[in-house]
């Protein structure tokens, strides 16, 4: 009897202290930025720009915690080229801590601006020895940005805010984003880079891109507290120098604040085949003009849908908090089995063949990044994609850089619903897309893609996280 009752008890606690899916959801949100800005010289750089001699603008990570009857749930971008392998994970680590929640429900993304470092111990380790003076002091960099991160979330923690509405919106960005890959006359593929000059390149149409620029804006009643937007394209007009440099996306994100007042968060989308090389000649004047267009769309997506219909954002979901249940508010995560590749350059003998002193830095350098992946798939590493659903809104990260085709299939595997994508989470990849890639003549980016064919998986992945039933 005395069993039976301590049963009746632990059972009685468990419906008390769980959630029930009809009870109505609580949202709470605290903003968080810390400044991630490298030193000078050379230990942040890895080796993806050269050494650090000037800071135009400094780094920033930014981000949001949403605390919710269903957990808590991170959502954060960083002014880097990339946080690649262990370090991407080191990092998501230190802010789950902070946030109090687990590494799986932390999603950081980069921007990708090629105008700051990458974060990568582990290609780090294959290029320079684990003793070496350069692998620890890069090592010592990726430690800092964690603490910096981690007390920035602590902070942003004590400052919790309501959230009553979210509202999902999208305005068309004009002349920014082009497909990198052009079709020419002989059925071949031309690069469109960043930065392009050669005129029949240039003047080649758009290509497949995401036109839209999408918005997420979480409010207290009528004051807006966060916007989060998202949009596809390589977001860099110039690299190559010693610069470090936020570029056009943190140039626009910063102008956007001003004028808003509202914190602001951009997130890079499916922008691994898209770039700025159509309307970029790599001079400050585009730049600028870049800036200025991809701001436009921001403060557009970003007001109360007022106006005419050519000046005023679309809006795709309107969501009053208040009428949402537990079971509406849902993180979830799935996994994307890459595979490492070994044709060709790809081959492990090949690639430590290529780590000789003697050789090009660069040789180097990329034979370190394709060991160190393929090392961590072989450790068992698999890939992760994440998704977050407020409603009838879901928030997508990958890894990688990936094509701006799953972009487009995530968007139209969830039918009446808003879609926001977010790529360049764990860039140990680098590059993914459709399976043709790897038969096309030319192109560029199946020479960085660090994994076999995928296409089937991701959209796999994504179909998986977009369909999960409530």
């Known amino acids: 009897m005395r069993q039976l009752w301590r049963v009746l008890v632990a059972v009685i606690a468990l419906e008390i202290s769980t959630p029930s899916s009809e009870a109505a959801a609580e949202i709470k949100l605290a903003t968080f930025r810390a400044d991630v800005t490298p030193p000078l010289g050379n230990a ?12 135009e603008h400094p780094l920033e990570l930014r981000g949001v915690v949403l605390v919710t009857s269903r957990g808590t749930f991170v959502l954060a971008a960083i002014d880097y080229c990339g946080v690649c392998n262990s370090s991407h994970d080191k990092l998501r680590d230190a802010i789950a801590s902070a946030a109090g929640t687990t590494r799986e429900r932390v999603a950081l993304q980069s921007l990708h601006q090629h105008s700051a470092p990458a974060l990568d111990e582990d290609s780090s380790r294959w290029l320079h020895g684990e003793r070496s003076a350069e692998y620890l002091a890069h090592r010592a960099v990726v430690d800092d940005i964690a603490s910096r991160a981690a007390k920035a979330v602590t902070d942003g923690r004590n400052r919790l805010m309501r959230v009553t ?8 960005v004009d002349r920014v984003a082009s ?17 392009t000059r050669d005129a029949a390149i240039r003047e080649a149409d758009e ?3 995401d036109p839209w620029l999408r918005t997420l804006t979480f409010s207290d009643g009528d004051k807006p507290i966060a916007q989060l937007h998202y949009y596809a394209t390589h977001p860099q007009t110039f690299y190559g120098d010693a610069r470090i440099s936020w570029d056009t996306v943190g140039m626009a994100r910063e102008r956007c604040e001003a004028a808003t007042k509202i914190f602001q968060v951009y997130f890079t989308g499916c922008g691994g085949n898209v770039t700025v090389g159509k309307y970029n000649d790599g001079d400050r004047a585009s730049r600028e003009q870049l800036t200025g267009r991809l701001l436009e769309a921001m403060l557009k997506s970003s007001q109360e849908p007022v106006g005419t219909e050519a000046t005023k954002a679309i809006v795709e ?68 994609a994440s998704r977050l659903r407020i409603g009838s809104i879901n928030v997508v990260h990958l890894p990688g850089e990936p094509f701006v085709e799953f972009q487009l299939f995530a968007q139209q595997s969830a039918k009446d619903a ?21 038969s096309d003549r030319g192109g560029y980016e199946q020479t960085w893609s660090l994994t076999g064919s995928c296409q089937d998986t991701v959209e796999g992945s994504l179909k998986r996280l977009l369909t999960l039933k409530k």
């Open 207 to 209: 290509g497949l891109i």
């Open 179 to 195: 497909n990198r890959r052009v079709p020419l006359a002989d059925g071949s593929i031309g690069v469109r880079a960043s930065i």
């Open 44 to 55: 942040g750089c890895v080796g993806f720009m050269p050494k650090i001699e000037s800071i």
């Open 418 to 438: 808003s879609v926001c994508v977010a790529g360049y989470g764990d860039c140990g990849v680098w590059y993914f897309g459709p399976d043709r890639i790897y």
């Open 165 to 172: 509405r979210v509202v999902a919106t999208r305005a068309k």
């Open 317 to 384: 979901q309107d969501i009053d908090a208040a009428v949402l249940k537990n079971e509406d508010v849902d993180w979830a995560t799935t996994p994307i089995k890459f595979t490492p590749r070994e044709d060709g350059a790809f081959h492990p003998e090949t690639l430590r063949k290529q780590l000789a002193l003697e050789l090009p830095f660069s040789t180097r350098l990329t034979a370190a990044c394709f060991l160190a992946f393929r090392q961590r798939l072989l450790d068992g590493h698999v890939g992760e």
